[in-house]
C-alpha cells in the first residue's frame, strides 16, 4: 500500500524559532508533493508544492525533496502563533494523479 | 475569483439513508477529486473526474459513486449510508489531471450519519 508517513507530533516551538515538519513516502512513483495547512475545522490549502531534488523557497516557508530517501520536508522560519495548525503532507500518483496524505502533524507556536 | 464551492456546508443523517453532496470547481479547472477525511486523519482519496470521464477511484465501496457534468462541477453520491461514513467530504478542483496539478480544496461538507 503506498502510504505517506509524518512525524506524528504535536510539535511545539517558540514564536520566531524555525518549525520543522518532517514526510516519509513508499511510492517510488510519486512525482510530486505538495504541502498543506489546515486549520481547526477547516479544509486543507496550499502552502508548496515542490517536483525536483532540492530546496524550493518561499517567503518563511522551504521546502526540501529528496527522491534518493524518499523524504520530504517543510521548514518554516521565524515562526508566528498565526502558523499554528495542522500540516499535511501530499505525494501525487496513481492513474489519476491523485494524493496520497499523511496523517498530518499539529504544529502550535506559542507567544 | 471564487473558489472551490460545495453544498451543503452541514448534513445530518440517518444509517441507511441516502445522501448527494455538490461541488463547483474554479473557473476554468477541468478536474474535480473528492476526498474523505475523518477526524485526525489525512483526506482519504475517493474519485477523480477529468472531462467528465472517471479517471481513478480510491479504496471505496460501491456505495460510493460521483459523476461530472458538462459545466464541470459534480455531485458525490453516498447510498446506505453507515455511522463510519460520517466524515468531512472535500472537492478538490485543478486545471488539468497531471502529476505537477495543484489541487485546491472547497470549503468541504461535514456529514453525521446517526
Known amino acids: 500500500q503506498k502510504e505517506v508517513e509524518q512525524n506524528s507530533g504535536p510539535l511545539s516551538v517558540p514564536e520566531g524559532a524555525i518549525a520543522s515538519l518532517n514526510c516519509t513516502y513508499s511510492?517510488?512513483?510519486?512525482?510530486?508533493f505538495f504541502w498543506y495547512r489546515q486549520y481547526s475545522g477547516k479544509s486543507p490549502e496550499l502552502i508548496m508544492s515542490?517536483?525536483?531534488?532540492g530546496d524550493k523557497e518561499d517567503g518563511r516557508f522551504t521546502a526540501q525533496l529528496n527522491k534518493a530517501s524518499q523524504y520530504v520536508s517543510l521548514l518554516i522560519r521565524d515562526s508566528q502563533p498565526s502558523d499554528s495548525a495542522t500540516y499535511l503532507c501530499?505525494?501525487?500518483?496513481?492513474?489519476?494523479?491523485?494524493?496520497?496524505f499523511g496523517s498530518g502533524t499539529q504544529l502550535t507556536v506559542l507567544p | 475569483d471564487a473558489g472551490v464551492t460545495q453544498s451543503p456546508t452541514h448534513l445530518i443523517k440517518t444509517r441507511g439513508q441516502h445522501v448527494t453532496l455538490r461541488c463547483s470547481p474554479i473557473s476554468g479547472h477541468k478536474s474535480v477529486s473528492w476526498y474523505q477525511q475523518v477526524l485526525g486523519q489525512g483526506p482519504q482519496f475517493i474519485f477523480q473526474y477529468y472531462e467528465k470521464e472517471e479517471r481513478g477511484r480510491g479504496n471505496f465501496p460501491d456505495r460510493f459513486s460521483a459523476r461530472q457534468f458538462p459545466n464541470y462541477s459534480s455531485e458525490l453520491n453516498v447510498n446506505a449510508l453507515l455511522l463510519g461514513d460520517s466524515a468531512l467530504y472535500l472537492c478538490?478542483?485543478?486545471?488539468?489531471?497531471?502529476?505537477?496539478?495543484?489541487?485546491?480544496f472547497g470549503p468541504g461538507t461535514r456529514l453525521l450519519v446517526l
Open positions: 478538490a478542483s485543478s486545471l488539468e489531471a497531471g502529476y505537477a496539478e495543484t489541487q485546491y
Open positions: 501530499a505525494g501525487s500518483s496513481g492513474s489519476a494523479r491523485q494524493l496520497t
Open positions: 515542490i517536483y525536483s531534488n
Open positions: 511510492d517510488r512513483g510519486s512525482q510530486s
